[in-house]
């Protein structure tokens, strides 16, 4: 009930668009007839006016009425019946797509209407739409009217849905051309590039596309662009492309390239193509080389005035009738499309899965009551009939799944050469079949490269595509999108031995960062060294120190026996001469780097060695002051000092000294322990616990 409502109120738009859907097309009379939705033209400036013409459109036309005229005389598959066409150009336009489709499915809504003003028929079956933004609107036209079509060139995967079951499709799906691309990125180990999609309004398509070429052209670093364009979209982009002067770019293109549009090609060197394989089809080639003036314009009567002026344009000056001929045989050879045999296919699909009812019918059928059963039953079994079809065709074996779609896939990957033609020594665009792609090979054998490709550089060799130049050893990536990143230096303390790595490791403990942030050193010591400035002051004191004790020495042992020699106590002079020296030796050990030995003894040494001086200075002081009896203060006047009482003084004074090193030394002696500063500087000290 559903499907008869909608039916019907879609029915009532239908009647109202078919007034404005009378052409002049490539039509021919049959038992059941095939229509053709395809693009001749490329789009116009409006919606109402169509472009200029485009050959790969024409030959898919050819395609078509080649795969039907092959089918018609063919006595094994559709024997009793004649397949007819209704071919109509749509221009890129989906609008215009939708009135031709509404007046070529009119009958399915008017059973009191058989015929248009023509005399047309109603379709059975539609081959096309060509683009897949058409081909979604249109797809549910077929579902509401429950007609079914087959498309040879949309390629999205968004018609893989239960909401299109109406449109099948004998070309692989973009999802593998996706893949094809991927693959060549990651070959060439681009990993920052543009991708240009075909997914703009009309009105806005030019300021879009001009906007588009400025990004890219201020983008530097971007060598390598995705273009995801057909048709008048793609021309004008490279129109746009021309007009800024925007080279050294490769551009990967997603589908077949028409050289002839582009007057200015020399941006294009180097361009790869992603493209379905070909499948030359040797029949269907041979037929279009034997195509005659005459064939073609019955074969496109529409279009023959337009053509006739392209030919014209190319004998312009020509006086002989051959020349103009040497001219149509021109246009003929630019008649090229990959999605020939995909086309060619499309029809033999929908003649494969007639061919299955019809032998489902009774034998004893007439041709009148096959005719009439195809009339009933075609629309409500399709579906039944093109799930079973199964066939080797042009581009290997033909079945559908459940949503209509083919799971093999094979592309070829194309290079542009510009080369200079052999007889006119003129520069053209050539197409170099560089390598393929295939679905059902491994991961790693996928894509193959059989020919050298021509780079547009200077160097000859693949472009680099990246953000920005790998990030050298010491810096990390610093992510500014899901492609781009900055370089940024790492902290101190940390290091990036690795190229492009994105992080930075820490450094261990005693380590730091070198100044390039590549590896980790030792810390530096920062402890008075002999070698450094402030080393080598302090030696040349201690040197000048001990020169001055050693000629006091010499001094005292010369004059030994003087009597100011033995009035200044000699033997008590010569220990404090000695203490001095022990003093100025061990300003030199410390200069050494500190180990646990050396802990070990320049504390005691050091306050044993001051404690000698102090006690030996005292007792003198004490002698003096007993010599010339002058009181220390004004309650200790000492009167005599003797020999013993000095020694007993000194050795009571290191006895007291004595009592607290001893202990110290034995239960918790001075070690050599390290402090790391900032982590920037390494300190070696005595570990002293107090």
Not at 8 to 19: D, H, N, P
Request: proline share 4%; glycine share 4%; with cysteine.
């Amino acid at each position: 009930m559903n499907r008869n409502k909608h039916s019907s109120q879609f029915c009532l738009v239908i009647y109202w668009l078919s007034f404005y859907a009378a052409v002049q097309a490539p039509y021919r009379e049959g038992d059941v007839i095939l229509g053709g939705l395809l693009t001749v033209h490329l789009r116009g400036t409006s919606e109402d006016q169509c472009g200029e013409v485009d050959t790969n459109g024409l030959a898919r036309v050819l395609a078509m009425i080649f795969a039907i005229e092959k089918i018609n005389n063919d006595s094994k598959l559709l024997p009793n019946v004649t397949l007819g066409y209704d071919i109509r150009d749509y221009c890129e336009t989906i609008p215009k797509a939708t009135r031709i489709t509404c007046d070529l499915v009119k009958d399915k809504c008017f059973t009191n209407i058989t015929q248009s003003k023509k005399g047309q028929k109603s379709i059975m079956a539609l081959i096309g739409p060509g683009e897949s933004n058409a081909a979604v609107v249109i797809a549910g036209c077929l579902q509401i009217l429950n007609v079914f079509g087959i498309s040879a060139t949309a390629t999205s995967p968004e018609l893989s849905s239960y909401a299109y079951n109406h449109l099948y499709r004998t070309v692989p799906l973009d999802k593998f051309r996706a893949k094809a691309m991927a693959d060549i990125i990651e070959h060439f180990k681009w990993s920052y590039v543009a991708a240009v999609g075909q997914f703009i309004p009309h009105e806005d398509r030019f300021l879009s596309i001009r906007n588009i070429v400025t990004t890219l052209r201020r983008q530097e670093n971007i060598r390598v662009v995705i273009l995801w364009l057909y048709g008048s979209y793609e021309r004008h982009f490279f129109v746009e492309v021309n007009r800024q002067n925007l080279t050294g770019r490769v551009w990967l293109l997603s589908d077949k390239f028409t050289s002839h549009s582009y007057p200015d090609f020399s941006s294009l060197d180097g361009t790869i193509i992603v493209q379905p394989h070909s499948f030359p089809d040797v029949v269907f080639q041979e037929h279009k080389k034997a195509l005659t003036i005459k064939a073609a314009q019955e074969y496109f009567p529409e279009w023959w005035s337009e053509i006739t002026t392209m030919i014209s344009n190319c004998s312009a000056g020509m006086e002989n009738a051959i020349n103009k001929q040497v001219c149509f045989h021109d246009f003929v050879n630019r008649l090229q499309t990959s999605y020939a045999s995909y086309m060619i296919d499309a029809v033999y699909s929908v003649a494969h899965a007639l061919d299955i009812l019809a032998k489902e019918s009774s034998p004893s059928m007439t041709d009148n009551d096959h005719q009439r059963k195809l009339d009933m039953d075609i629309n409500n079994v399709m579906q039944r009939l093109l799930s079973r079809v199964n066939f080797v065709g042009l581009t290997g074996n033909i079945s559908f799944n459940k949503l209509g779609d083919r799971g093999s896939a094979v592309y070829e990957i194309v290079n542009l050469q510009v080369q200079e033609a052999a007889n006119t020594k003129q520069l053209i665009l050539k197409q170099v079949l560089v390598g393929k792609w295939e679905e059902n090979e491994k991961r790693n054998k996928r894509l193959q490269f059989f020919e050298e490709i021509r780079w547009n550089s200077p160097t000859g060799s693949p472009p680099k595509s990246e953000c920005l130049d790998q990030c050298s050893p010491g810096t990390r990536k610093s992510t500014t999108s899901p492609c781009c990143w900055q370089c940024v230096s790492c902290p101190r303390g940390t290091i990036n031995p690795i190229p492009g790595s994105a992080s930075c490791i820490e450094c261990p403990r005693r380590k730091q960062s070198n100044e390039a942030r590549t590896k980790c050193v030792d810390l530096p010591l920062i402890n008075l060294k002999y070698s450094s400035a402030g080393g080598i002051v302090i030696l040349s004191f201690c040197a000048f120190g001990m020169i001055a004790t050693l000629f006091s020495f010499a001094v005292i042992c010369r004059f030994w026996n003087t009597p100011v020699v033995k009035a200044s106590s000699r033997e008590f002079s010569f220990v404090l001469l000695v203490s001095n020296l022990l003093l100025f030796t061990l300003v030199v050990i410390n200069l050494f780097e500190p180990t646990d030995t050396i802990c070990k003894i320049i504390y005691p040494w050091r306050y044993i060695t001051y404690n000698l001086c102090l006690s030996f200075l005292l007792v003198k002081i004490l002698r003096i002051s007993s010599a010339f009896q002058v009181p220390i203060s004004h309650c200790c006047i000492i009167n005599s000092l003797n020999n013993r009482m000095q020694a007993v003084i000194v050795i009571t004074m290191h006895i007291l000294l004595l009592l607290v090193l001893l202990p110290w030394l034995f239960l918790d002696p001075p070690s050599n322990k390290e402090y790391i500063l900032s982590d920037q500087f390494l300190s070696n000290a005595v570990r002293i616990t107090r």
